[in-house]
């Protein structure tokens, strides 16, 4: 099933590692076959990766990316997840730890991204915490 990206002027994107930007007007871009693709707002540098969440987003990213890490990535993804649902009693969001989780054991990465996105809000109403102040927070690590 072919995959459009539609991208704003500008606009970076990751495909199959390469990192590609769009020139200065609006276009679209049609991919026939399987590849892997992240748009600039879905891509976490590590420094970023500052909350239980993030840190669960960022090893399943950098698997999607890098096959070649699998291993490592693999087993930070696996502690932070046992982390994570340690401290969670929520069943709604237990629920989506296990959609991740069984998404990141079939190799459906970007799937796992997109709802461990989710996870982001349930934390910033928890902690209180600021995305917005991200590089701010970051800085003090």
Avoid: W
């Amino acid at each position: 099933m072919p995959l459009k990206l539609s991208l704003k002027p500008g606009e970076k994107f990751v495909l199959n590692g390469a990192v590609l930007a769009n020139g200065d007007k609006r276009t679209s871009l049609v991919l026939q076959n399987k590849a892997c693709v992240l748009r600039e707002k879905d891509i976490m540098q590590a420094e970023e990766a500052v909350t239980p969440a993030r840190r669960i987003y960022l090893p399943i990213m950098m698997m999607y990316l890098d096959a070649e890490g699998f291993e490592d990535y693999y087993n930070e993804f696996a502690l932070r997840m046992t982390e994570f649902m340690g401290a969670v009693q929520t069943r709604g969001v237990l629920a989506s730890c296990i959609e991740i989780s069984r998404d990141v054991t079939e190799g459906h990465y970007y799937k796992a991204l997109m709802t461990c996105r989710k996870l982001f809000e349930f934390e910033q109403e928890r902690l209180n915490y600021d995305p917005a102040g991200l590089s701010e927070h970051a800085a003090h690590y």
